[in-house]
């Protein structure tokens, strides 16, 4: 396949993201060791990017973290976001100019269990890491990585956008929207759009669907919970198959993130504010279907059948609205459902298989930007 030459600005997004602008920057994860850290973090380099994360070790055993070799080839610096005056040396002598917050306690059924570390970690890791920003002069763009379940849930039908009020009602939930409201506060009192000449940061939040993908091994995750009885040939066990939740390849938010940092870096203040990453309304289904779907293309006779036991309250109905980011960004999903799910099957297949994992993300980072250039007719 060859490249053919022409930007097509303002009709193709990835392009604005594979041109030469992350080559060389200076770019810092926090949370690099998790699931959605290492995918960021193994893409970024691929970029050329100068990588550094901040992180407590891999959440998980497996990781992808480990098995993709991701401490390779950039700075990881192993540190809890809690301890400010260890995040603040580590961003003072790493210098970053963009930073991707994602370092969280990532779970709704432990933050019932653990509500003090879910808050401690969510709230005040934010709060250091946005003081810690206020104190740096290399930053220039921030990314707060936040959920849709920081909005107020009405279980209604329509998808939230960036307007709706943040809420929730598990600790997890409220505490992305707690993060919500701080970085909104950080915004108006320090890194305000109007004085953007005087302070020079630009900061957004963005929000993510249901993200799924290969190496995910986290406790009571469908995906993960799924793979974890598919290898084993038991049944698979569901909690509630009729909840709807907007799903989406690891890599679609991700592409909205590296968009959203060059826009921010690039162009300032007119990018700050709020933006929701999700897929498009008819990939938001519910959990029985993508359970039967992934049955289908394990290619084995696993069952799944409900648990019948009472369990802590989840939503039943989450969509996330995309006009801002599809209408002002011109991001669009890129990967639907079927083909988010086909690449997270033969991800846990290969490494089920012994393959080279590393080669196998890298693969589908390619082939996640090939799609963008066949769709905007850039290859032949
Ligand atoms: N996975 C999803 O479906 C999803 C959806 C929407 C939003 N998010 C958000 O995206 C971000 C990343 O999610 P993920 O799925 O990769 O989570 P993950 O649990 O796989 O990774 C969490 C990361 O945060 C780090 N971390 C946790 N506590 C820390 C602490 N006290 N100090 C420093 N680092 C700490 C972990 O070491 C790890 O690197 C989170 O903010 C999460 O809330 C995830």
Redesign the pocket.
């Known amino acids: 396949m060859e490249l053919r030459p022409g930007p097509l600005e303002g009709v193709v997004v990835m392009n604005r993201i594979l041109d030469d602008f992350y080559c060389g920057k200076k770019v810092m994860i926090?949370?690099?060791?998790?699931?959605?850290?290492?995918w960021l973090a193994l893409w970024l380099k691929h970029l050329g990017a100068d990588v550094s994360g901040?992180?407590?070790?891999?959440?998980?055993n497996p990781s992808i973290?480990d098995l993709c070799h991701t401490s390779k080839g950039m700075t990881s610096i192993y540190?809890?976001?809690?301890?400010f005056r260890h995040l603040h040396s580590t961003i003072q002598e790493v210098q970053p100019e963009i930073i991707f917050?994602?370092?969280?306690?990532?779970?709704v059924r432990r933050s019932y269990i653990e509500p003090v570390e879910t808050y401690?970690?969510?709230i005040m890791?934010t709060v250091h890491l946005l003081e810690t920003v206020r104190q740096s002069s290399s930053v220039k763009a921030v990314i707060i990585?936040?959920?849709?379940?920081c909005y107020e849930n009405r279980e209604w039908v329509w998808g939230y956008r960036e307007n709706d009020i943040p809420g929730g009602d598990d600790p997890?939930s409220s505490s992305?929207g707690c993060c919500e409201l701080i970085t909104a506060a950080y915004q108006r009192s320090y890194f305000n759009p109007s004085a953007y000449n005087n302070h020079g940061l630009a900061l957004a939040s963005v929000?993510?669907?249901?993200?799924?993908g290969g190496g995910?091994w986290?406790e009571d995750?469908l995906i993960p919970d799924c793979i974890r009885k598919l290898s084993q040939k038991q049944p698979i066990i569901i909690r509630s198959p009729g909840a709807v939740r907007p799903w989406q390849h690891?890599l679609e938010?991700l592409s909205g993130y590296l968009l959203i940092g060059r826009e921010l870096y690039l162009k300032g203040e007119s990018f700050s504010g709020a933006w929701n990453f999700g897929p498009d309304y008819d990939d938001a289904q519910p959990v029985s279907w993508i359970v039967s779907s992934l049955i289908t293309l394990w290619g084995n006779e696993t069952a799944w059948k409900i648990d019948e036991n009472s369990h802590p309250h989840e939503a039943n109905i989450l969509k996330l609205d995309c006009s801002k980011a599809k209408t002002v960004l011109n991001w669009k999903p890129n990967w639907n459902l079927e083909q988010a799910l086909e690449k997270t099957a033969s991800w846990y297949k290969s490494y089920f298989n012994q393959a080279d994992m590393l080669k196998v993300t890298l693969e589908q980072i390619c082939s996640f930007e090939n799609t963008f250039y066949e769709k905007a007719g850039l290859i032949e």
């Open positions: 926090t949370g690099h060791t998790g699931f959605k850290g290492s901040y992180a407590l070790h891999s959440p998980t973290f540190g809890d976001i809690r301890d917050h994602m370092a969280a306690q990532s779970l401690s970690t969510n890791g990585v936040s959920s849709d379940k997890y992305k929000r993510a669907g249901n993200v799924i995910d986290a995750r690891v938010p």
